[in-house]
Structures are given as C-alpha cells and as structure tokens.
C-alpha cells in the first residue's frame, strides 16, 4: 500500500484535532467519518501486515477522538 494513503489519512486526522480544538465539533464529527469509511476501504484492500498495523493504529485514534467529540457515548 502506498504510504501517500496513510499521509492523506494522517492530514486528515489533524484536521480533525484542529477542529475540535477551535469548538467546531459538528465539523470534526463528519470528518471522522470520512476518514473512518477511507480506513475501511484501506483494511478491506490490505494486503501486507504492516499496512494492517498502520490501519489499526488510526482506528484506534479515530475511537478515541469520537469519544472526546461525544462524550456521553459509552462502549
């Protein structure tokens, strides 16, 4: 997988923290689903182990930054 996928979805990311650190979480909640539905498309195409890592790496992120935007949802 290229790494150009990963820096795309790494630019987003911290347009999503920017985001929410400026109060704009309306904004920063849309952007997590987009990256979110990109992350998707990159595990379903995911061919090497590291690719799988890296991909795991920002979901993780990715339930983490939803949970500080919506902070009343509960696992």
């Known amino acids: 997988m290229e790494n150009n996928k990963f820096a795309e979805i790494k630019f987003s990311v911290q347009e999503v923290i920017d985001l929410m ?3 704009n979480t309306i904004e ?7 990256i979110s539905e990109k992350l998707d498309e ?29 902070p009343t949802v509960e696992d």
Not at 28 to 34: S, Y
Request: hydrophobic share 50%.
């Open 28 to 34: 920063a909640g849309n952007k997590l689903i987009v």
């Open 42 to 70: 990159l595990l379903d195409f995911a061919e090497e182990d590291e690719d799988l890592i890296e991909v795991s790496k920002y979901q993780v992120l990715l339930n983490q930054l939803f949970l500080k935007i919506n």
């Open 21 to 23: 650190a400026s109060n």
